[in-house]
């Protein structure tokens, strides 16, 4: 019966970090796309990907750190990298180097 139930529990706690993952994917997309649109530069597609996941303890309780890298053209030839952290589904911060609007 323990075994049934550790299991059972080992089956939720993988299929909520996929569809938590999957959120905070979506979600660091339209914030890149949106800082882009902004600055009057391109999101370079597939771009937006996970660099590092850590834990983060704050009042909200125990949260996903999440730092995505993502890369963006200003003229259509040059490539930047920026950066953002998520904190859930909480923008923390937003990096995009060479801009500064």
Same mark, same amino acid.
């Given at each position: 019966?323990? @075994?049934? $139930? +550790? *299991? +059972?529990? !080992?089956? %939720?706690?993988?299929?909520?970090?996929?569809?938590?993952? $999957?959120?905070? /994917?979506?979600?660091?997309?339209?914030?890149?796309?949106?800082?882009?649109? @902004?600055?009057?530069? /391109? !999101? $370079?597609? /597939?771009?937006? #990907?996970?660099?590092? %996941?850590?834990?983060?303890?704050? *009042? @909200?309780?125990?949260?996903?750190?999440?730092? =995505?890298?993502?890369? =963006?053209?200003?003229?259509?030839?040059?490539?930047?990298?920026?950066? !953002?952290?998520?904190?859930?589904?909480? /923008?923390? @911060?937003? #990096?995009?180097?060479?801009? #500064?609007?």
């Amino acid at each position: 019966m323990h @075994e049934t $139930l +550790a *299991t +059972a529990a !080992l089956l %939720v706690t993988i299929g909520w970090l996929f569809l938590d993952s $999957l959120r905070s /994917q979506e979600t660091a997309i339209a914030i890149c796309k949106k800082a882009c649109e @902004e600055r009057n530069v /391109q !999101l $370079l597609d /597939q771009t937006v #990907s996970v660099h590092r %996941v850590g834990i983060r303890w704050g *009042t @909200e309780g125990i949260r996903l750190r999440r730092v =995505y890298r993502f890369d =963006y053209s200003d003229d259509g030839e040059n490539r930047h990298t920026g950066h !953002l952290i998520l904190v859930g589904t909480r /923008q923390e @911060e937003l #990096s995009m180097g060479l801009i #500064s609007h």
